[in-house]
Every structure is written in C-alpha cells, then in structure tokens.
C-alpha cells in the first residue's frame, strides 16, 4: 500500500521543482477549453492533441510515481501520449461540445471540475499546497479533462484510448480517496463511471463516427 505521508512529501517537493508548469499548464488548458467551445476548427483539435501528448509524456517522466505504479502508470501513461501523437495526423478523434444543451453543460461542469474543482475540494479536506494534486502537472485532475474530451468526441473516437483513460479514472477514482485521502478523486469515479456508461452505451458506433 502506497504511504501517504511519503507520496505527499514527494509531490511537495516535486511541485515546488516545476513552478510554475502549474500556472502554465492551466491557462494552455482553459484557452483551448474556449477555443473548442466557441470556435472548433481541425487546428483547435490538433493543438489540444499536441497538449495532451505532452502532459501524459510528462507525467512518466516527471510525476513522482515509486515502485510498481511507476511501472504501471508509466506504461499507461505512454500508450495515451503515443495514441493521442498519433492521432494529430490521422484526425480519428474528432473534440467537440455535444449539441445537447445538458450535456453540453454538463461536460464544461466536470471540465471546471478538473480546473478548480478538484484543487477546492483538496483544500477543504486540508491538502495545502504544494501538498496538493494539480491539473496539468498531476495525473488524476488531467484524466478527467481528457476523459471529458473523449466523451464529447464520440462517436469519434478510438474504443483503446477511451478504455486507457476510463481504467484509470475509475482504478484511482475508488481506491486513492482511501489510500491517500484524497477525496477529490470522487470526481475522476464520476468521470470514469460516466465514460463507462457513454463507451458501452455507444460501443457499436464507436470508430465509426
């Protein structure tokens, strides 16, 4: 079992390293997030495939993972760059906000979620910074953006990289809150649960879009 203690003292250490990859990473992220909304283009969906490549590449290199997760995030992690490199020159996933008002506006909620959100919810369960997990620089906060993306892109959208990404969400989203106490997580369960829903929903249409 992974010690708290220890994972919160490396993730200090490690946020205090990289200021301010944190701010940069989140305002990158909210301009492309509008960008999509209000204006969707091939070059919008191409720029955020580049950003999602580089923070997944990111967090095998950099997130301070020990042991056997280091192994297995790692390997994850890698797969969902490479697959997400990938598809800057294929264009199979194609990001967009559903036309449907409530989804719509339910995707831009757990979007928000991964921004602010989940930093809030890590403050009020007494997670201060730089103890503290944040989008674009920690996996869990990145997961449910990219989840979300994934979501709103269907039915195009490749089946391997929405199971890559909803594993995760739904492995960390029931066993981190727990383990570490991080309860914030809840909202990667709802974001995984959700993908899962949305993938078995839609599998037959998925790929094909």
């Not at 969906?45 to 997130?63: C, D, G, R």
């Not at 449907?100 to 831009?108: D, N």
């Not at 953006?145 to 929405?162: D, M, R, T």
């Amino acid at each position: 079992m992974m010690d708290a203690e220890v994972f919160f003292n490396n993730v200090s250490a490690y946020n205090v390293s990289i200021f301010p990859m944190q701010i940069i990473t989140l305002v990158i992220a909210v301009m492309l997030t509008y960008l999509l909304f209000v204006r969707p283009s091939t070059i919008v969906n191409k720029l955020i495939k580049i950003y999602l490549s580089f923070t997944f590449v990111w967090f095998v290199l950099m997130f301070p993972f020990e042991g056997v997760p280091k192994i297995i995030f790692g390997l994850l992690h890698i797969a969902i760059a490479i697959l997400f490199f990938i598809d800057i020159f294929t264009a199979k996933i194609e990001f967009k906000f559903p036309e449907t008002s409530g989804k719509r506006y339910f995707m831009l909620f757990l979007i928000f979620s991964a921004f602010a959100l989940y930093p809030l919810i890590e403050y009020m369960s007494g997670h201060l910074y730089p103890k503290i997990l944040l989008f674009g620089v920690a996996p869990c906060p990145t997961i449910i953006f990219s989840l979300v993306l994934l979501i709103g892109a269907v039915p195009k959208v490749g089946k391997l990289i929405f199971i890559l990404l909803i594993f995760p969400a739904i492995f960390s989203g029931l066993s981190v809150p727990i383990m570490l106490g991080v309860w914030a997580d809840l909202l990667l369960l709802v974001s995984g649960i959700y993908g899962l829903i949305i993938l078995i929903k839609n599998w037959k249409l998925i790929g094909k879009g």
